[in-house]
């Protein structure tokens, strides 16, 4: 078991009761006909997702989350419990994430770096047999499954973006900010980092010993004094300090898929706004309050779709606001699939107290 693998089996263990099965799935070395590179590698091992599957009432819908960029399936601790209540949660490592396999990322364009994570996806998918259910990502992870949505939505009950990333570009929403500082020298460094894809894994790497301090003083900042929801404890904190450092100075994969994916700014290459009306999918986006991500992206491409779409902001949260706020966003997950939740269907029509419709 890898350091990924055993800081998700130790935040299970410690802060779930709920019993799970954790496994690497084999996805092959290749799909067929796929022109696919993550099976391009110096090894020619298959590879496999690292998935991790909840206890669940007969008959419970299928709820698969999907973790965003630099983070993993660990990252919603807090979450699985309640979720498992009324769902079978099955929560997965990306290929080239967390205790997934890491094979030589070495995609050079947007398109072949899409299909690195939604042919994977869609290997893993038929190795666990699935056919309908509730697909949930995370920031990049939404943007991944907004993508897998638009090409699979026979296999998709309803979709589930949290503070999802890619709904903006450039070219959509010129920054007078981002230009000018783009042209200082600065801003031209920094732009020159980015396309060399320098990453933030790689500066922990870099500061060897040094590296479990930085994450410490992040994760202190981030889910502690700067945080406007339910704080972690110390046990918490300590644990998911641990859980992200490992997780981030392991082997580089498919965090260098940065640069294909987003141009400085986090602005998407290839934006899901413009694909808003070739969606096929029920979708429910979900925000923190203090989402860096801007919402006003889903209420603009939800005036261009052909099927149900609900946005939703929880209070006392920000862009990890299953973190922040996860009474909060269970309230909003609940709500979200209430027509899959058994007794539900007639009730629970208007927006639960304290939940933001945009």
Partial sequence: MGYPQFYAYLAFSRYSRTGYVQEQVNIGSAPPGSKVKWFRSSSDEPRFINTVTFDSKENAPTLVMVHGY???????????????????????????????????????????????????????????????????????????????????????????????????????????????????????????????????????????????????????????????GELLTENESSLLTDYIYHTLAAKASGELCLKHIFSLGAFARKPLLHSASDWKVPTTFIYGHDDWMNYQGAQQARKDMKVPCEIIRVPQGGHFVFIDNPVGFHSAIFYACRKFLSGDAEEGLSLPDGLISA
């Fill in 70 to 228: 630099g983070a993993s399936q660990g990252f919603f601790f807090r979450n699985f419990d309640a979720l498992a209540s009324r769902f079978r949660v099955i929560a997965i490592d990306q290929l080239g994430w967390g205790g997934s396999s890491r094979p030589d990322f070495d995609c050079r364009s947007t398109e072949e770096t899409e299909a690195w994570f939604i042919d994977s996806f869609e290997e893993w998918r038929k190795a666990k047999n699935l056919s309908n259910f509730i697909l949930l990502g995370h920031s990049f992870g939404g943007y991944v499954a907004a993508k897998y949505a638009l090409q699979h939505p026979e296999h998709v009950q309803h979709l589930i973006l949290v503070g999802s990333a890619g709904f903006s570009s450039e070219t959509d929403h010129s920054s007078e900010w981002l230009t000018k500082f783009r042209a200082t020298w600065k801003g031209m460094l920094v732009n020159h980092l980015w396309e060399s894809n320098f990453t933030p894994q790689r500066i922990v790497r870099g500061l060897g010993p040094w590296g479990p301090d930085l994450v410490r003083r992040y994760t202190t900042a981030r889910f502690g004094s700067h945080s406007t």
